[in-house]
Structure formats: C-alpha cells, structure tokens
C-alpha cells in the first residue's frame, strides 16, 4: 500500500507543479525566475517518479498487468 501512496503523492505533486508554473508564467514579470523554479522541479518529481516505479518493479512491491487481460 505504501508504494501505491507514493506513486499517487508524486503524481500529485507533479501537477501542483505543472499549475504552479503555468500561474507564475501568466502572472509574473519577465525577470523572474519562479516559472523555471516551478517547472525545474516538476522535472526532478517525474525523474523520481520513473526511479522509484523502476525500483519498485525490480523489488516486487508493485506488479504490472496488461489491459484487457
């Protein structure tokens, strides 16, 4: 279960992210750098994202399935 609310804690993290730059690029001057912060760090979450499912696939805490089977 605990994999699971990390999956869902990064997924979510990397919207708030995605929001949060796409706020600052509207609203904020053009000499700030708050959009390339935003945007940097939703990078690193999706890069933690794919190691920890790679890390997890490898451990056996998750198990992936095909669709439709």
């Known amino acids: 279960m605990l994999p699971k609310l990390i999956i869902a804690f990064l ?7 995605l929001f949060s730059g796409l706020f600052f690029m509207l609203k ?14 939703r990078v690193g979450l999706a890069v933690a994202l794919i190691a920890f499912l790679l890390l997890a696939t ?12």
């Open 58 to 69: 490898a451990q056996g805490w998750i198990h992936p399935h095909g669709v439709g089977r």
């Open 28 to 41: 904020d001057s053009s000499q700030s750098k708050r959009t390339v912060r935003a945007l940097s760090i």
């Open 11 to 17: 997924l979510i993290a990397i919207v708030i992210s």
